[in-house]
């Protein structure tokens, strides 16, 4: 009798459903953003196309000074700014909300795309999503939109007021008055706060790369 096809069957079982599992996690969220994509208007697709296939982003290096305020993670911690993002480590931020379903899901997939590209060195890298709808993003859907996008520890989800949140826009220049007619900007920084470099335009994710090494390694 063989018996090499019933060797350890609820083992193969468990590595099976494991695999299928994360595969469906990824399949899932590379077709939320596909239909985020699908459903953009012809001014969209004109920018995406040209800030991703031509590397036509704008970008600048620019001084941001935020004040002080309170906003909350995706766990429901409170988080303080700007000590948050001026913790003598790298960041790369940008401003979300979870009901968008145009430049949100892009932008936040390009984060999913660098935070798998850094692999070990994910873990000295702060990646950070602020929502300009507090109102509605609730710290559990953070919670759910970063599940995802498969948000590592070192990737968090912020609300707060809809005063702080404009204060927070405001502080880095991407206010525009309501949340419709936001515009996709990255923002990058070293170790030594203060300075950021802003890219405004759907930056990819080797670009944000090449950016954070630039960053991190100068010269």
């Known amino acids: 009798m063989n018996h090499e096809h019933c060797l350890y069957p609820a083992r193969r079982r468990q590595l099976l459903l494991g695999l299928l599992g994360a595969g469906a996690a990824l399949l899932a ?14 001014h969209q697709h004109h920018h995406l196309a040209h800030g991703e296939n031509s590397g036509m982003v704008r970008r600048r290096e620019v001084s941001c000074t935020v004040p002080s305020l309170g906003l909350r993670r995706e766990d429901g911690s409170a988080a303080a700014f700007p000590d948050e993002i001026e913790a003598g480590r790298p960041v790369l931020l940008n401003f979300i909300y979870t009901s968008c379903t145009t430049i949100c899901p892009l932008v936040s997939e390009v984060f999913s795309r660098v935070q798998e590209a850094l692999g070990a060195e994910r873990a000295a890298v702060d990646l950070v999503s602020i929502s300009i709808d507090p109102e509605y993003d609730t710290p559990q859907r953070l919670a759910a939109y970063a599940r995802k996008f498969g948000a590592g520890p ?7 007021s809809q005063a702080t949140s404009v204060a927070l826009q405001q ?18 920084h070293g170790a030594a706060p203060g300075r ?3 890219l405004d335009g759907f930056a990819t994710a080797e670009q944000l790369i090449g950016e954070y090494r630039g960053l991190v390694q100068p010269g």
Do not use: P, Q
């Open 196 to 198: 950021w470099v802003r």
């Open 154 to 160: 070192h990737w968090h989800f912020y609300t707060s």
């Open 171 to 188: 502080a880095f220049e991407v206010y525009r008055g309501d949340k419709m007619s936001h515009e996709a900007v990255t923002f990058l």
């Open 29 to 42: 969220r590379r077709t939320f953003a596909g239909e985020a994509m699908a459903g953009m208007n012809e």
